[in-house]
């Protein structure tokens, strides 16, 4: 069982691999933008706190984040965990390294997508536009001014998180520039070693 972190800003395809491996490996995908957007659509109390903050492109509280978390590691571990999205902040890795501990579990990698920000400003403008072409919703944080802020959150609060997972020998890095099945590679060739 390997249990690994997708670190990179927004657009940098972190999802993408990670349905990638759910389909190859039998890993479970642990994404906590995907929980919190079920939580919001589906209109819970805690959806409701969190819907304008993430329509903003701010990150929700790590209390919250770390409660979604912290459920979903009771449960299967199958091929093991993909977390996506998570952790953001050094408070919510230093709660994951806790969390892995009560249950006996090691993290084995943290893999950085290294991405370019113009690519990523034209990935999500594009999808959002696929989106729309194809009549499905849009998320309502992939526009111009939401991911200004999401891209400062993640240089402010989440890139410290490359130096705590180097520290911890955890760090290893893919071009996230790369086609699907390029960086699909590179990510295995990450696992294999
Ligand atoms: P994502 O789908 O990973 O891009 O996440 C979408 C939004 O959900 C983010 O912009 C944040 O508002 C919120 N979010 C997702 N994961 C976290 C997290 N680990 N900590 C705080 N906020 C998060």
Do not use: C, W
């Not at 999802?15 to 890993?27: F, I, K, S, Y």
């Not at 589906?42 to 903050?53: C, F, L, N, P, Q």
């Not at 050094?90 to 991405?115: F, K, P, R, S, T």
Request: zero cysteines; aromatic letters at 4%; hydrophobic letters at 45%.
């Amino acid at each position: 069982m390997t249990h690994i972190i997708l670190l990179g800003p927004p657009g940098a395809g972190k999802g993408t691999q990670a349905a990638l491996l759910v389909e190859d490996r039998n890993m479970i995908q642990l994404s906590t933008g995907d929980m919190l957007r079920e939580a919001k659509d589906s209109g819970t109390e805690m959806g409701k706190v969190v819907a304008d903050v993430m329509a903003r492109g701010d990150l929700v509280t790590d209390e919250i984040v770390i409660g979604l978390i912290r459920e979903k590691l009771l449960g299967d571990k199958a091929g093991g965990f993909i977390f996506d999205g998570f952790p953001r902040t050094l408070a919510q890795a230093d709660a994951l390294a806790e969390l892995m501990e009560e249950q006996g579990e090691v993290l084995d990698h943290a893999i950085e997508l290294q991405m370019d920000d113009d690519v990523l400003v034209d990935r999500i403008v594009g999808r959002a536009a696929d989106a729309a072409a194809a009549g499905k919703p849009v998320r309502a944080d992939d526009n111009a001014e939401s991911l200004k802020i999401r891209l400062m959150a993640y240089y402010k609060q989440t890139s410290p998180l490359l130096g705590y997972y180097h520290a911890k020998g955890l760090l290893r890095g893919v071009d996230g520039l790369g086609t699907m099945d390029g960086v699909k590679a590179d990510i295995a060739g990450v696992l294999k070693a």
